[in-house]
Structure formats: C-alpha cells, structure tokens
T-cell receptor, first 115, second 113 residues
Framework: EPEVTQTPSHQVTQMGQEVILRCVPI?????FYWYRQILGQKVEFLVS????????KSEIFDDQFSVERPDGSNFTLKIRSTKLEDSAMYFC?????????????FGPGTRLTVL | KQEVTQIPAALSVPEGENLVLNCSFT??????LQWFRQDPGKGLTSLLL?????REQTSGRLNASLDKSSGRSTLYIAASQPGDSATYLC????????????FGEGTQLTVNP
C-alpha cells in the first residue's frame, strides 16, 4: 500500500542553524501539507501546497519557514534559523485531490530537536 | 475559530470491553471529520473519514458517527484488544479554512490484557 515517507526520522541541530525536512508524498497525490506537534500539545497545521505554490498557511508559518517541491517526488520544509521552540515532531501529509472531502494521509514524522 | 475537544483525555479498559471515544467541535460548518490513531513517537494512521453528509462510517471493529448540527462525533471500538492501545485523534476540515485539519488533543487509550 502506498504511503508517505519522511527523512530523517530524527534531526538534532543547534539553535540558529538551517534544517531541511524531506517528504515523499504518495505518488499520484497532488496536495501536500506540513503539520507539527510540540510535545504534549495538539497537532497544528503549518502549510498546504498545490500546483507548485502555497495555497494556505497558518500564523505559525512565518518568514523563517519555506516549502519547495524540487522535483517530481520530494516535498521539503526548510527552517532558516532554528529556535528552541521549533523543537517538535513535523508531519508531512498528502491527499489525492483538492476536493474538500478528500482524505489526508500522514507520514511517520521527523522529530526535530533544537539545542 | 474552530476548537476541537476530546473527552476523556485518557481511558483504561480491560480487554474485550466495548468503548466510546468522544470528539466535539465548536463550528459545525465542516466538510468532514477524520479519526486517527497515533502510537507513541509515531505518525498518524487514518482510521476513518466521515463526510459531513454521512451519519456513520464503519471499518472492522471501528464505527464512527457524526452529528454535525450538534458538533459531535464518537468513535466506537468493539471488543477492544491490547493492540488497540494508542492515542486516538479526531480532526475536522472546515468549510471556511481551506484544506487544513484542526485537531483535538487526543484520547490516550490503554487496553489491559
């Protein structure tokens, strides 16, 4: 069964460093998302991406964040200058269509630890 | 602003028991509601997607119901097993906020052998 994959599973970085989190969505999916979950808190939406552009972003997704689909399979989240409060589990998700009734499928997550 | 609440926060039951997890949301203008399972330190596994026009959705021992007008959903798990132990999350997709999902805080379920 097709699934969303994410690499790395765990990333440790120093405050102020740039990190890139990678995702491979399900191959015939067109809509991509990033969410995050700070330890002990709710899963929060960051950004959605369709047709090579951001379609929606939350107030969390400020100028230090960016997303890119560099080729036909990868979808990346870049954090330009990490802060301690960026430590969280980051989930990538994808859905096949843009229909509002469509199901989102999540990857296993990347645990980001900022020291 | 949509708020999603799940009660109880934690639940411990003996194996074989039938149980109900609750999810409520403040804005009833939703497209759908998804139930997920999250194992410790792991990703989210989609269990059921229930559209706003549906009342129920079933998959194996799981049954999700939706009462959109009252802002409630329940996840019924029949004949619980130790392997069902996990955190269960519900999430709604609103009509007015694009494609984002808004999540509840989850119910941590422990099924004791």
């Amino acid at each position: 069964e097709p699934e969303v994959t994410q690499t790395p599973s765990h990333q440790v970085t120093q405050m102020g460093q740039e990190v890139i989190l990678r995702c491979v969505p399900i191959s015939n999916h067109l809509y991509f998302y990033w969410y995050r979950q700070i330890l002990g808190q709710k899963v929060e939406f960051l950004v959605s991406f369709y047709n090579n552009e951001i379609s929606e972003k939350s107030e969390i997704f400020d100028d230090q964040f960016s997303v890119e689909r560099p080729d036909g399979s990868n979808f990346t989240l870049k954090i330009r200058s990490t802060k301690l409060e960026d430590s969280a589990m980051y989930f990538c998700a994808s859905s096949r269509f843009v229909s509002p009734t469509n199901e989102q499928f999540f990857g296993p997550g990347t645990r980001l630890t900022v020291l | 602003k949509q708020e999603v609440t799940q009660i109880p926060a934690a639940l411990s039951v003996p194996e074989g028991e039938n149980l109900v997890l609750n999810c409520s949301f403040t804005d009833s203008a939703i497209y759908n509601l998804q139930w997920f399972r999250q194992d410790p330190g792991k990703g989210l596994t989609s269990l059921l997607l229930i559209q706003s026009s549906q009342r129920e959705q079933t998959s194996g021992r799981l049954n999700a119901s939706l009462d959109k007008s009252s802002g409630r959903s329940t996840l019924y798990i029949a004949a619980s097993q130790p392997g069902d132990s996990a955190t269960y999350l519900c999430a709604v997709r609103q009509e007015t906020s694009g494609s984002r999902l808004t999540f509840g805080e989850g119910t941590q379920l422990t099924v004791n052998p």
